[in-house]
């Protein structure tokens, strides 16, 4: 399978609630093979739905989508039994243990026993869980019940694995050992990825590509750096002691794109800030200026948020009981 | 992870592992295992014995004799006695099938009882739907059936096991075995039993293949629960009802349970209408979970 090749393929795919409510929009893209792609967006973007349309647990209102050659409509057991899923929910059965909760999902997959007890083991050994295999899923932490999702998801040893915000509620901590395990799973077994999240730091840290999704739609999809380079480059901050308008003597310098005064500051906006910082000095020095304080802020997703959907991705971000409320709401809204 | 291993092609796989899941749920927890024996046991030492309806007819409740002139005669007065302390078994019999209304009642007990522990499904249904449970095997190869099938499964082999206890208990506390009664009647209670709460068990997760809120279920149980008991022959035999209940009594599946459980066990005039009884409790069963099973298709999803 060359790396090209596309594992997942969507095409307008759309999601209509109750006639009325649009919760994804016509949305075309593809992942390809041994890639994490991350979709990132706000609550209420569409994510859930999309990834829920993928994994065949609703119906499309209309488009198409493959996973794996397999149409996401008509080949849904096949499609089934070729992914895995990690739930937003803990979905795990809180009065089985956690090697009772493993086999039952290998049994759902029809692994035999032969297979499945060994299998679970080294999950269990994994995602580090050996020593509580026996305890009942209601005394685990909210960390545990995570990894336990995870090692369920990865029981049929799947070619593509789902992860509907993985780190949603976790303490930073768990949230590190989270992405790495995901990175792990791409690196050591060469599996593709399809992961929601409305962390900026986590689409950045972990994805090859991200979608960003807004209001059911796609507003743009690149590597990180794309995205981030679509903006126009870093950013300069820059004071010097006299006040006196140097625009046009920094317009000069190469590398520099744009400048903009602010509050007796100037911004500049650069295709390469390491390189443009210093030429700067050095023109401002040669023409008499002393420059007083400097900065380099090279662009985040955040701006890259700002500038596709118009909106700061920190102001989208709510508390996390309004967004449990927001979830219950739409779950109403959705029967 | 590049191996790939043998994976059941077999359409209902996965069925005995929700199965059994559901199953340790219950005799994993001693709270609802327990309850579920001590219940049989407060309906039918309470309700059972204190409705002593035998106790109604018995000679020493009946008015005393007026005195007749000329006096009777002895043996007059002795055909009389017979007569007057036959009556409360002819009575009993005529009305009941059996001369212990204790026995009656706790036969239909074992209807009762199915009716209960069935209805208890359509709430797990809706748990497992509030917890996520039902979401992720949604994404998981499983067919929707063998979902519900696994449902319907592990609440008629409850169903079997509760009958048991009331059937023992039921016992223990006098029930007076028919004439009727054989080794195979046990099997043949068995029987009957998990067709009704294949059927019962069908129509509780029909309803709530949608529901997510346990308040749906727990509305719905009293709406049909009651009127299949007290329009069946639990307590009062059909044909002593006003002609307006008759139709609906004829037509309650519980009522044919009732009756197939009382011809094993306690009557004594042959088995009659079982292969009837037996073939309306299955048509019921069949036709309820193939219409559960289609709806799940539709509507078992997120």
């Given amino acids: ?335 | 992870m590049s191996e790939q291993e043998k994976i059941s092609k077999n359409r209902f796989h996965g069925l005995w592992a929700l199965t059994n899941r559901d199953l340790k749920k219950w005799y994993q927890n001693p709270v609802v295992f327990v309850m579920g024996i001590i219940q049989p046991i407060l309906w039918l030492a309470l309700l059972g014995k204190a409705m002593n309806l035998s106790g109604m007819f018995s000679v020493s409740q009946l008015p005393a004799m007026p005195t007749l002139s000329p006096p009777l005669t002895t043996s007059q007065a002795l055909t009389l006695g017979h007569y007057f302390s036959g009556l409360q078994g002819s009575i009993m019999n005529s009305t009941f099938n059996t001369t212990s209304y204790f026995s009656f009642m706790a036969m239909g007990m074992v209807a009762f009882v199915t009716v209960f522990t069935t209805a208890f499904v359509g709430m797990s249904v809706v748990w497992d739907r509030r917890l996520g449970f039902l979401n992720k095997v949604l994404s998981t190869p499983v067919s929707r059936s063998s979902i519900i099938i696994s449902k319907v499964l592990s609440a008629s082999i409850r169903s079997i096991f509760q009958a048991a206890i009331v059937t023992v208990i039921a016992y223990l506390l006098g029930l007076q075995l028919g004439a009727n009664f054989t080794a195979f009647s046990v099997f043949g209670v068995f029987a009957i039993v998990f067709l009704i709460g294949f059927g019962l068990s069908s129509l509780f997760t029909a309803i709530c293949l949608r529901a997510t809120r346990m308040e749906t279920p727990q509305a719905l149980f009293n709406l049909i629960t009651l009127p299949l008991m007290f329009a069946s022959s639990a307590y009062f035999p059909i044909n002593l009802m006003p002609s307006w209940l008759k139709p609906v009594a004829d037509a309650n599946p519980i009522s044919y349970t009732i009756d197939a459980v009382r011809r094993l066990m306690i009557f004594s005039n042959g088995y009659g209408q079982l292969p009837l009884d037996f073939a309306f409790v299955g048509a019921f069963a069949i036709i309820i979970t193939l219409i559960c099973v289609v709806l799940s298709w539709r509507y078992l999803n997120k």
């Fill in chain 1, 1 to 335: 399978m060359s790396e090209e090749e596309e594992i997942i393929k969507v095409e307008g795919l759309t999601k209509v609630f109750n006639h009325s409510l649009t919760a994804v929009d016509h949305i075309n893209f593809g992942v390809r093979h041994g890639e994490i792609f991350g979709f990132l967006g706000p609550n209420g973007a569409g994510k859930t739905t999309t990834i829920n349309m993928l994994i065949t647990v609703m119906k499309p209102t209309e488009g198409k989508a493959t996973i794996l050659g397999g149409d996401i409509a008509k080949q849904s057991l096949d499609v089934r039994g070729a992914i895995g899923v990690v739930p937003q929910e803990y979905t795990a059965d809180e009065d089985l243990t956690g090697y009772e909760n493993i086999i039952l999902c290998a049994d759902l997959y029809g692994i035999p026993k032969t297979v499945s007890k060994k299998r679970a083991m080294d999950l269990l050994q994994l995602v580090e869980l050996t020593q509580f295999k026996d305890k009942r899923v209601q005394t685990y932490s909210g960390g545990m019940r995570r990894r336990l999702e995870l090692a369920c998801g990865l029981i049929n040893r799947p070619k593509v694995l789902f992860l509907d915000e993985p780190t949603l509620g976790l303490d930073v901590q768990t949230r590190a050992a989270t992405w790495n395990y995901v990175k792990m799973l791409k690196k050591e077994f060469g599996m593709t990825l399809f992961l929601t999240t409305h962390y900026l730091e986590e689409a950045d840290a972990l994805c090859d590509r991200i979608a960003i999704i807004d209001h059911g739609r796609i507003v743009v999809v690149g590597t990180p750096t794309e995205l981030k380079d679509s903006l126009g480059g870093d950013i300069i901050t820059l004071g010097i002691q006299k006040e006196e308008d140097i625009t046009d003597l920094i317009s000069k310098v190469e590398h520099v794109k744009e400048v903009k005064k602010e509050n007796g500051s100037y911004m500049i906006k650069s295709s390469n800030g390491e390189l443009t910082a210093p030429l700067i000095i050095e023109a401002l020095r040669k023409s008499g200026h002393v420059v007083t304080k400097l900065s380099l802020t090279k662009p985040t997703l955040n701006e890259v948020y700002l500038q596709y959907t118009g909106r700061s991705m920190r102001d989208a971000e709510e508390s996390r009981e309004t967004v449990m409320q927001q979830r219950v709401a739409m779950r109403r809204a959705r029967q």
